[in-house]
C-alpha cells in the first residue's frame, strides 16, 4: 500500500513539475519576499518535524501564511509550487490539518537536507532495498527507502521515509511510536 501511494505521488510530481501552474508568486508580483522566507523555514527539519500534525498547520494557515494556491490535486493530496520544490499535502479532519508533507529533491541538495535531518535529530531507523518508478513509468531503477525518527519534546515522534532513485523524496508524518 505505501509502495504504490509512493509511486502515485512520484507520477503526480512529475505531472506538476511540467504542468502549467497557476500559483501566486508573491516575490516577482509584489516585490514582498515575506512569503519566500515562511516557504523557506517550512522547508527545514525543525518546522517539518515540529509543525506536520500539529493542530495549527491548517490547509487555511498555510495557504494564508505562504500566499499561495493549490496547483493541483490527486486524492487527498494538495501540490502546492514552493519556491524550493513542488511540494503535496494531505489534509484532514474538518479542520484540514495537514498530516503528512512531500518533497523531491536532487542532487547534492537532497543529501545536505539528509545531512540537515540527522543534525536537528533524525536517527535512521532502519533502511531496504526498493524497486523505484520514475518518469511515468518508463525508468525503473533499484533504489534504497530509509526510515528516520525525531523525538519531539511535545510528545510523539517526526518519521520521514526517504526513497531514493534518480530524485529522493521525503514524506513527512508525525506518529505517537
Given amino acids: 500500500m505505501r509502495i504504490s501511494k509512493?509511486?502515485?505521488?512520484?507520477?503526480?510530481?512529475?505531472?506538476?513539475?511540467f504542468?502549467?501552474?497557476?500559483?501566486?508568486?508573491?516575490?516577482t508580483v509584489s516585490g514582498n519576499n515575506v512569503y519566500a522566507e515562511r516557504a523557506e523555514m517550512l522547508m527545514t527539519p525543525q518546522y517539518l518535524a515540529n509543525w506536520v500534525g500539529?493542530?495549527?498547520?491548517?490547509?487555511?494557515?498555510i495557504e494564508n501564511?505562504?500566499?499561495?494556491?493549490?496547483?493541483?490535486?490527486?486524492?487527498?493530496?494538495v501540490f502546492y509550487d514552493l519556491p524550493?520544490?513542488?511540494?503535496?499535502?494531505?489534509?484532514?479532519?474538518?479542520?484540514?490539518?495537514?498530516?503528512?508533507?512531500?518533497?523531491?529533491?536532487?542532487g547534492e541538495e537532497a543529501y545536505e537536507f539528509i545531512d540537515q535531518m540527522r543534525a536537528y535529530g533524525y536517527v535512521e531507523q532502519g533502511s531496504s532495498k526498493d524497486l523505484v518508478a520514475e518518469n511515468n513509468f518508463q525508468s525503473l531503477t533499484n533504489g534504497r527507502r530509509t526510515i528516520y525518527k525525531c523525538r519531539l519534546k511535545s510528545g510523539g515522534y517526526s518519521v520521514c521515509t526517504v526513497l531514493e532513485g534518480q530524485?529522493?523524496?521525503?514524506?513527512f508524518i508525525r506518529s505517537k511510536n
Avoid: H
Fill in 19 to 27: 504542468a502549467n501552474a497557476q500559483s501566486v508568486e508573491t516575490d
Fill in 54 to 61: 500539529a493542530s495549527f498547520f491548517t490547509k487555511a494557515n
Fill in 84 to 106: 524550493k520544490c513542488n511540494v503535496g499535502m494531505e489534509f484532514a479532519g474538518a479542520e484540514k490539518v495537514c498530516v503528512e508533507i512531500s518533497f523531491r529533491l536532487f
Fill in 167 to 171: 530524485a529522493v523524496m521525503f514524506d
Fill in 6 to 17: 509512493l509511486i502515485i505521488m512520484m507520477v503526480c510530481w512529475l505531472w506538476v513539475a
Fill in 65 to 77: 501564511d505562504l500566499g499561495i494556491v493549490p496547483m493541483a490535486y490527486n486524492g487527498g493530496v
